[in-house]
């Protein structure tokens, strides 16, 4: 009986440290769930996460696709200048976000941009030589306009710590990219780029 007894003490002062080690948030919708103190648990993530970093993945897709197209079609230097440093920023973006996903325990987007992005490129894919370059800034300018909102919005109201700090040290460089774009803007097509 005295054996018994002291079982049951010990479960009783073991079930304490095993609830600690099992944080787990009451909240169902939340993507920072962890099974131990240390390590992520793989989870789901919330709707507003989802749609972050579906948005987030199709317009970094979309600056790089639209400046690979400047590459070939553009016989303009500032341009082609400016749409490599799209695409070496925006793969690098992409590499970070990926990887804060991954450190979240969270998938990454499907590697297909939102209709709205598609429809861009295409349209770009089929400009004329006249008419390429400001297609391709107004381009640019409408999509660090989109991913600065994005981003910004993510950055103050986002809830997943890895994804939040994600935006915040991405959106200085948005915001630099869209300064560049309206100076090229200027240069391209005297300010009036149209789409």
């Given at each position: 009986?005295?054996?018994?007894s002291?079982?049951?003490?010990?479960?009783?002062?073991?079930?304490?440290?095993?609830?600690?080690?099992?944080?787990?948030?009451?909240?169902?919708?939340?993507?920072?769930?962890?099974g131990t103190?240390?390590?992520?648990m793989?989870?789901?993530?919330?709707?507003a996460?989802q749609?972050?970093?579906?948005?987030?993945?199709?317009?970094n897709?979309l600056e790089?696709?639209?400046?690979?197209?400047a590459?070939?079609?553009?016989?303009?230097q500032?341009?082609k200048?400016?749409?490599?440093?799209m695409?070496?920023?925006?793969t690098k973006?992409?590499?970070?976000?990926?990887?804060?996903?991954?450190?979240?325990?969270?998938p990454?987007?499907?590697?297909?941009?939102m209709p709205?992005h598609q429809?861009?490129?295409?349209?770009?894919?089929?400009?004329?030589?006249?008419?390429?370059?400001?297609?391709?800034v107004?381009?640019q300018?409408?999509?660090?306009?989109?991913?600065?909102?994005?981003f910004s919005?993510?950055a103050k109201?986002?809830?997943?710590?890895?994804?939040?700090?994600f935006?915040?040290?991405?959106?200085?460089?948005?915001?630099?990219?869209k300064?560049?774009?309206e100076?090229?803007?200027?240069?391209?097509?005297g300010?009036?780029?149209?789409?």
């Amino acid at each position: 009986m005295k054996l018994l007894s002291l079982i049951a003490v010990a479960a009783l002062a073991a079930t304490p440290s095993l609830a600690q080690d099992q944080k787990i948030q009451k909240d169902p919708g939340s993507t920072t769930r962890t099974g131990t103190d240390s390590q992520p648990m793989k989870g789901k993530a919330s709707k507003a996460t989802q749609s972050f970093a579906t948005a987030a993945a199709s317009g970094n897709t979309l600056e790089v696709e639209s400046s690979r197209i400047a590459l070939e079609k553009s016989q303009n230097q500032d341009v082609k200048s400016f749409a490599q440093m799209m695409i070496d920023d925006h793969t690098k973006v992409g590499e970070q976000m990926k990887s804060a996903l991954e450190t979240a325990g969270l998938p990454a987007p499907a590697d297909k941009m939102m209709p709205k992005h598609q429809d861009l490129v295409d349209k770009l894919k089929q400009a004329g030589a006249n008419k390429f370059d400001g297609q391709y800034v107004a381009v640019q300018l409408k999509a660090h306009d989109e991913a600065i909102n994005l981003f910004s919005d993510y950055a103050k109201n986002g809830d997943n710590a890895e994804l939040k700090q994600f935006a915040q040290a991405t959106l200085p460089s948005l915001e630099k990219h869209k300064d560049l774009a309206e100076d090229l803007r200027s240069k391209v097509v005297g300010g009036s780029a149209t789409q």
